[in-house]
């Protein structure tokens, strides 16, 4: 049987960027369906009841859920081409380890970045702490487990195309801050996967513009 | 080399029970440092210079940080006996989704339980809500991935030790409520891992009820 792979998803989201870079690294064909976050499809609330969010890797009518997991079972699933986590047991928990200081780290700070009044410049330097804690971690490396672009690479790129949007609300300098993350952001957009994925900062700008009108900030 | 392996843990953490749990599973010897969570240690801080939090496994010097991955890397090392985690790559995604929802959900609506004053009921419910997704998803196996005993248990059981805690507080009776997690709970003592491991209710309720009285609710 051929795979049939499907993937609930939201072109702005960080999580879903995540697995389409995943998919891509691996050469995997799925059908994308682009979802409505405000009126969410019956298959979207069929396939993940619990959270009721995307993404969702629907793979031959099987659902798995939770981005960091889905990469997990991309390398699992289609294990020849480009190994994504590394083989050694220790290894293996540092990048887990990282990849699960970005999901409990960066999105709820960056939201309050560009969420709140641009007076309030606390979470700007939150999110600068948490960028130069990654950037501690990378140190001289290529990527950040090492020479090959992998887990925490593809679970941390998918903010870059957000920097300018937390830029711009937030007043401040990523670029000039933490001079050696935005390097290697530009190593791993040398990588087809990344670049497909990553979507353009003006089309971001003008979601976040509009989310802020309707929070009363703008 | 012979295996030194360290545990930095505080006794009544649901998330050292985990790790304490998949050590015994594996027949693990282990060196256990109960640490002071107000004055945390030098090992403590040196181990785990990020979140600053136990949990801490050290094997043979180098630490592992955060329970579950911790778990996975006791199953990635020690393979042999009583595995944790199913071979299976759909089977790891269901029990890693599972695990990551009892993180997400049960420790910051279980602290609302016993750290707000009693009238305050909505966290009692909310847990319950909680725990009846996870019932409904144990369903009527024996343990969370049927057969044996394994990860979404010990992700779980040692919130177990606290239902009497959130009962107290909280005004709600989980027995009567949640049957067959109970059920599933009484089956999960039979194993020697878990009666070893989880902490007598009179001791958690002196402890709490001392924080209680620092925040003022008692």
Redesign the interface.
Known sequence: MADEVVLLDFWASVYGMRTRIALEEKKVKYDYREQDLVNKSALLLEMNP?HKKIPVLV?NG?P???SL??I??ID??WPGENPLLPSD??E??QA??WA??IDKKMSVTAKRVWATKSEEQEASKELIEILK?LESELGEKHYFGGKTFGFVDIALIGFYSWFGVYEKYGNVSIESECSKLIAWAKRCLQRDSVTKTLPELEKLIALISERRKSLGLE
Chains 1, 2 share one sequence.
Do not use: G, L, M, N
């Open positions: 619990v793979h099987k798995v859920c939770e997991i889905q997990e079972y699992e699933t047991p220790y293996r928990a887990k380890f699960d200081f804690t």
